[in-house]
Antibody, heavy 119, light 108 residues
Framework: QVLLQESGPGLVKPSETLSLTCTVS??????????WGWFRQPPGKGLEWIGS???????DYSPSLKSRVTISLETSRNQFSLKLSSLTAADTAVYFC???????????WGQGTLVSVSS | EIVMTQSPGTLSVSPGERVTLSCRAS??????LAWYRQRPGQAPKLLIY???TRAPGIPARFSGSGSGTEFTLTISSLQSEDFEVYYC??????????FGQGTRLENK
């Protein structure tokens, strides 16, 4: 059983940088041939892909967020992280980390963490 | 970006009914299409992948079909726990994925 758990602040100020970490258990980030991704969902709205990192370390980001996003691996801790800069109220959302398989979409999700952007 | 459009936005149905949800892609995604269900306050759960393959543990009342740009999710006999929001997702250019806006099933 693969488990993912997001951690990070629940409240961030406008213009600051959000940092979230996803801790994975039941799988190894640096050997399994998956993308490890971040998604978000504003309150009452749909799902948006933010970006993903492959076990090799290569990354891919949403074009609409690319200038503000960095995703990195911390294989020694079996974690991967999201940094999103220049925050505005529009970035308020539940943020999910996930495992993405090549031929089947997303099979494992974290429970999600609500991040509010407010002064 | 591939745009996914789901219809209808909300569907009022009764337990025991057969339900069909639609999803359309702005360009062909072959069969690289997944369906998810989501309960309030929870993460999405994978139901169907590769357009028609049920994920492990998903009941047989869920079935998917389609290819290219037109897809459907059918629930053969709606159970009380099925009144949730359903999303389609294309993953044709993995890991770049896009979701439909969702279809909400509400109890009539």
């Amino acid at each position: 059983q693969v488990l993912l758990q997001e951690s990070g602040p629940g409240l961030v100020k406008p213009s600051e940088t959000l940092s979230l970490t996803c801790t994975v258990s039941g799988d190894s980030l640096n050997t399994s041939p998956y993308f490890w991704g971040w998604f978000r969902q504003p309150p009452g709205k749909g799902l948006e892909w933010i970006g993903s990192i492959y076990y090799s370390g290569s990354t891919d980001y949403s074009p609409s967020l690319k200038s503000r996003v960095t995703i990195s691996l911390e294989t020694s801790r079996n974690q991967f992280s999201l940094k999103l800069s220049s925050l505005t109220a529009a970035d308020t959302a539940v943020y999910f980390c996930s495992r993405q398989g090549y031929s089947y979409g997303v099979d494992y999700w974290g429970q999600g963490t609500l991040v509010s952007v407010s002064s | 970006e591939i745009v996914m459009t789901q219809s209808p936005g909300t569907l009022s149905v009764s337990p025991g009914e057969r339900v069909t949800l639609s999803c359309r892609a702005s360009q062909s995604v072959s069969r690289n299409l997944a369906w998810y269900r989501q309960r309030p306050g929870q993460a999405p759960k994978l139901l169907i992948y590769a357009a028609s393959t049920r994920a492990p543990g998903i009941p047989a009342r869920f079935s998917g079909s389609g290819s290219g740009t037109e897809f459907t999710l059918t629930i053969s006999s709606l159970q009380s726990e099925d009144f949730e929001v359903y999303y389609c997702q294309q993953y044709n250019k993995w890991p770049r994925v896009t979701f439909g806006q969702g279809t909400r099933l509400e109890n009539k």
